[in-house]
């Protein structure tokens, strides 16, 4: 038995773990363009650039492929019609966050994050084939706006999910909002922090990421307020809220 029992280690030792993909975070020093409304020309100065899945990256450029992780996207009610019960719901009827007309997705058990990350990981595996670098994952705050029906700790154990599904198709995985988390202890690389100037929410990022924090802001005093006290650190941009082909693009 004891012979036995040495030889089950020994070959428990031999197995070697498959070698983790490597994944480049954003470079730092740069500015970054965030075009998920619509593309158009990216000046030279602009070394990070952002698009929906369904767009091209930027030859030249390190591109962050967006998708939508915790909610629906308008275009694709088809999809999850197919899938009705991964839609959050509240007596009947689907939970919606009105600032962006997108219904939540239902992450309370494990059974059904784990549904949701094979759907959305398929998505991010796509973003690996057009050839983006990283992807952002919209939104890990969802949950604030699910009138109490999801957890804070739900909602990370199925970030985690989808960021190993980032990292093993080789892109970082950025996180979305939720000031003061701590996206790093979930694998997180990077943070997209929308309107951290507005709510003065910038540090809360910086702390975990360092400069590593794309800040997006759609009012111009808080665009002021960002780049006169993270310009020099951090990749800032001034849009208009609808993210449209012609509408505000302002850099520190």
Not at 12 to 22: G, I, K, L
Not at 59 to 68: A, E, M, Q, S, W
Not at 124 to 138: F, N, P, S
Not at 139 to 165: E, K, M, P
């Amino acid at each position: 038995m004891r012979r036995l029992l040495v030889l089950v280690v020994l070959a428990a030792s031999c197995v070697v773990a498959p070698p983790a993909v490597a994944v480049t975070p954003p470079p730092v020093g740069t500015d970054v363009d965030y075009q998920l409304g619509g593309n158009r020309s990216v000046p030279e100065h602009v070394g990070i650039v952002v698009r929906d899945r369904e767009a091209r990256p930027v030859p030249g450029r390190y591109n962050v492929c967006y998708v939508n992780g915790f909610q629906t996207q308008p275009g694709e009610r088809a999809v999850w019609r197919r899938h009705p019960g991964l839609v959050l719901r509240d007596h009947g009827r689907p939970v919606v966050d009105e600032a962006w007309g997108e219904q939540l997705l239902d992450v309370r058990t494990s059974a059904k994050r784990h549904r949701l990350a094979t759907i959305v990981g398929r998505w991010t595996r796509g973003c690996a084939r057009a050839g983006y670098d990283a992807v952002e994952l919209d939104n890990l705050d969802s949950y604030t706006r699910s009138n109490g029906l999801l957890t804070r700790r739900q909602a990370v154990a199925y970030a985690g999910l989808l960021v190993r599904t980032a990292h093993r198709a080789g892109l970082a995985a950025g996180q979305k909002n939720l000031a003061g988390f701590d996206g790093a202890s979930v694998g997180y690389d990077f943070a997209v922090a929308e309107e951290c100037g507005r709510y003065r929410e910038c540090a809360s990022y910086t702390r975990y990421f360092g400069d590593r924090v794309l800040a997006i802001e759609y009012r111009r005093a808080d665009f002021r307020w960002t780049c006169g006290h993270f310009g020099d650190r951090l990749a800032v941009v001034l849009r208009d809220r609808d993210l449209s082909p012609r509408g505000v693009r302002r850099w520190c």
